[in-house]
């Protein structure tokens, strides 16, 4: 009988595990989500630690879990919250690196079992960078296992020190939204008109407005696109340090895009979007990708990080960086509508191949089974 199981004809107590998030993306919220519904749904006792904003959007509480407000990483009051947090629990499960500090930090002289998800990695310089990897060394050296959530998180895990570190199965969670009585196409329509892409193709890309995300290689890209007729429109969703420099750049060089800020109707825009782009310098599972395949629209995307190994041959891969190549791969689709019907159905069949919800849940599960399972007696 696994120790995990709260239905244990001995009356064992439920496993009781908290989940720490800390800033936490999109991403790795709605993963937390996802594994307190599953687990809370296994018997398990799910606590989860994150901050306020964190738990309005995702409803940690609807998912069955308890939800205990941890500030962001910056405020020293994080680790003592935490600690209190932690008292009774059987293991932690943190989220990220800083979260993944916090925890090590609460847990400090406590023989409780650390899982720590990486779900992506930070991008630093210099002195920042050094102390990057020191972070990363301390949190790989803390935890019972690392889980991450690309190879290349998984090797960076285990060159950081990482006694145990293994590629974690995150499913692309089902969106909470329930469907739209209206017609499809109505919809789409809608979509289309609202954004200015009637008559138009248009493509759509969706991230955060900072240093790495490629948006101003984006920006020299279009500049290749406008002898293209209809000229296409690039609409971007998201918020970010980088937008009022991109908004200056679009109307100083009257380029054919729009920034329209951060959405919560990105499903409609995608489903109504002819290509989306993906230009980031570096990916694990990113969730647009993922979206993209899902509702077969056309990607563009980077080679980098995770990219490769979720999307297969599902989509055009390009150099970081090269506008030159990202003009030329969206140009050449646009005007291929058998690629790019080619490219909605390998989207579709890559999709079926990644782990499914309960999948996850599964994989996390026997991992708590693992570290939880009292010793033998010798």
Do not use: N
């Not at 932690?86 to 990220?96: F, P, Q, T």
């Not at 138009?200 to 969706?206: D, M, N, Q």
């Amino acid at each position: 009988m696994s120790h995990v199981s709260s239905h244990s004809p001995h009356g064992q107590t439920p496993l009781h595990t908290v989940q720490v998030l800390g800033g936490g993306s999109a991403g790795s919220s709605a993963h937390v989500r996802s594994l307190a519904a599953g687990l809370s749904a296994r018997g398990l006792r799910v606590t989860v630690c994150a901050p306020d904003e964190a738990a309005r959007t995702y409803d940690f509480t609807g998912a069955g879990a308890r939800h205990i407000p941890v500030p962001r990483s910056g405020d020293p009051a994080s680790v003592a919250a935490l600690r209190a947090a932690c008292a009774d629990a059987d293991l932690v499960h943190a989220h990220g690196l800083h979260a993944a500090l916090r925890a090590a930090l609460a847990l400090t002289g406590r023989r409780v079992p650390l899982v720590v998800t990486w779900h992506t990695r930070a991008q630093a310089e210099g002195a920042r960078a050094r102390l990057l990897r020191l972070l990363e060394r301390r949190v790989a050296k803390a935890a019972a296992v690392v889980l991450g959530t690309s190879s290349d998180l998984v090797d960076r895990a285990r060159s950081r020190g990482a006694r145990d570190a293994r590629l974690a199965a995150v499913a692309l969670p089902a969106p909470r939204r329930p469907a739209p009585a209206e017609e499809p196409d109505g919809l789409l329509h809608k979509a289309r008109a609202e954004v200015g892409a009637v008559d138009r193709p248009l493509i759509l890309a969706v991230g955060a407005l900072e240093r790495g995300g490629g948006y101003d290689v984006l920006l020299d890209a279009t500049r290749a696109w406008r002898h293209l007729d209809p000229l296409p429109l690039l609409v971007v969703a998201g918020e970010g340090p980088e937008r009022a420099a991109l908004q200056r750049r679009i109307e100083e060089e009257l380029l054919p895009v729009r920034l329209v800020g951060r959405r919560d109707d990105v499903p409609e825009l995608l489903a109504a979007a002819d290509l989306a782009v993906l230009p980031s310098s570096w990916e694990s599972r990113s969730v647009l990708a993922q979206e993209a395949l899902h509702a077969r629209v056309p990607l563009v995307a980077t080679a980098v990080g995770g990219i490769p190994e979720l999307v297969g041959d599902a989509a055009e891969l390009v150099a970081y960086g090269d506008a030159e190549a990202l003009a030329t791969a969206v140009a050449r689709l646009l005007a291929d509508p058998v690629r790019r019907a080619e490219l909605r159905d390998r989207g579709a069949a890559q999709a079926a191949t990644w782990p499914t919800e309960d999948e996850t849940v599964t994989q996390v599960l026997s991992i708590y089974d693992e570290l939880t399972q009292p010793l033998p007696y010798t």
